[in-house]
């Protein structure tokens, strides 16, 4: 998108006027998905508002609500009461007086969860990568970082040193001929090497174990970034890091609430101690900003209940059941499908054409969902990032595969008519 921004201008805001004209000829021409505003609550079923003000519902994969926490009654009901009883605001840093009972006991509860003896939560996920990596890297020091890392985790290793090594997707063996070289030519440096446990474009995940036994034989550090699995994946859930055994072993965990725990704010969870009051002083996205509210604490509190509990296990198995069951229909439909099985549904559509008119079908034909397109996933491998909620039903599912494979087959189509038109068009002009 930034490629209509004029850097060259001297006035700093008309550098945006060409990116703005680029947006509202993709809105005239319904080819833009983006800025979509939602009517009501999230759930399966959906209604959102287009930034023309053209309303479109209908089967929604488009929210990140993956325990189908969001619309919980007993979560709404913490809610309420945490409204009650502390206000709705945190009304301060919690390097001051920000936090409130319930924001420590959460870090608490978090950290016995996760496996670490601390944890420290932020006001969003975004805050959490960005600003851990920014406490603990300085100028000098060297980052190695998976090249699909999260938005959060690269902007603050880009803005912690220039010192950044991006490394090819889910390679531990380019990771550890990086750090070798690294610790071989700077022993005296500290090294941050930078991942997640499942990525949110790709729905792939990395041998942890083996991450783990390359950083703690060459002394680095390890930051793991758990947002789209913990409470989701796992019998447990404690995510990937379940799965592998791999619970508490990263030297620094990081995650979001707002994918699994119905709310904002996000964690970063360690073994350091000295880290937590680093973090409080030293980190500007805690330490200059306010606190995560009382009500947003509230609700993760009420979703770890359920999250911990045996309906935490059944809402996992029908969040896997569901993904499973989206994947093979569109894997049927001939869709080609990235990763393995969590709450996020990779399904590439190819060229940037062809995924922005799949998607105008999609959604007009009642089908709420995103569209990723390059310079965010490589060139000619736009996607549709669906995401599935446990609360989706069997015929939500369904409904959805056969919108997908009748907008990408419509999409086709348009491609053809106006190739043909062009070529009439240019035959005749040669005529
Ligand atoms: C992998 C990953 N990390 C971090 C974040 C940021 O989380 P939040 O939405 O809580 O700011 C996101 C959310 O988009 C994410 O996908």
Redo the contacts with the bound molecule.
């Keep these: 998108m930034t490629e209509q921004y004029d850097p060259g201008r001297p006035n700093l805001l008309d550098r945006w006027n060409g990116h703005q004209a680029w947006l509202d000829a993709r809105l005239a021409a319904s080819v833009d998905p983006y800025f979509k505003t939602t009517l009501g609550k999230i759930g399966p079923v959906g209604t959102t508002r287009m930034r023309d003000g053209m309303v479109r519902g209908g089967v929604n994969f488009a929210s990140q609500d993956y325990l189908s926490l969001s619309g919980h009654p007993a979560i709404a009901e913490a809610a309420k009461q945490a409204v009650d009883r502390f206000g709705v605001h945190s009304a301060g840093s919690p390097a001051l007086m920000g936090n409130s009972i319930l924001s420590v006991e959460l870090e608490q509860r978090l950290a016995g969860f996760l496996g670490y003896d601390d944890c420290t939560v932020f006001a969003?996920?975004?805050a959490a990568?960005y600003g851990v990596i920014k406490t603990l890297v300085r100028p000098h020091d060297y980052i190695v970082i998976d090249m699909l890392a999260?938005a959060?985790l690269q902007e603050g290793a880009r803005n912690a040193t220039r010192n950044v090594f991006s490394v090819p997707h889910l390679s531990n063996a380019a990771v550890a001929t990086r750090v070798e070289r690294l610790r071989r030519e700077r022993p005296d440096v500290g090294i941050l090497v930078v991942t997640?446990t499942v990525f949110?474009m790709d729905s792939d995940v990395p041998d942890i174990a083996d991450l783990v036994d390359i950083c703690r034989r060459l002394g680095v550090t390890l930051l793991v970034?758990a947002?789209?699995d913990i409470g989701a994946i796992g019998a447990t859930g404690r995510g990937f890091l379940e799965r592998q055994g791999m619970v508490g072993r990263p030297d620094v965990l990081m995650g979001?609430?707002?994918k699994t725990f119905a709310s904002?704010?996000?964690f970063v969870a360690s073994n350091h101690a000295a880290l937590k009051l680093a973090l409080r002083t030293s980190c500007g996205p805690l330490t200059f900003s306010n606190a995560l509210s009382p009500v947003q604490a509230a609700i993760v509190l009420a979703a770890m209940d359920i999250v911990e509990a045996d309906e935490g296990r059944r809402r996992r198995m029908r969040l896997l059941e569901n993904a499973t069951r989206l994947r093979n229909g569109l894997q049927s439909a001939g869709f080609e499908l990235k990763g393995e099985p969590s709450a996020i549904v990779p399904a590439v559509l190819g060229g940037t054409a062809l995924s922005r008119l799949a998607t105008r079908h999609a959604l007009e034909a009642g089908a709420l969902v995103n569209l990723v397109e390059h310079p965010a996933v490589s060139m000619n491998t736009c996607r549709w990032r669906l995401q599935v909620m446990a609360d989706h039903s069997l015929r939500q599912i369904d409904d959805m595969v056969g919108i997908a494979a009748l907008a990408r087959q419509k999409a086709a189509g348009d491609l053809h008519r106006s190739d043909a038109e062009l070529d009439a068009a240019t035959r005749s002009v040669g005529a």
């Design positions: 969003t996920g975004w990568g999260h959060s997640e949110s970034d947002a789209h979001s609430f707002s904002n704010g996000g």
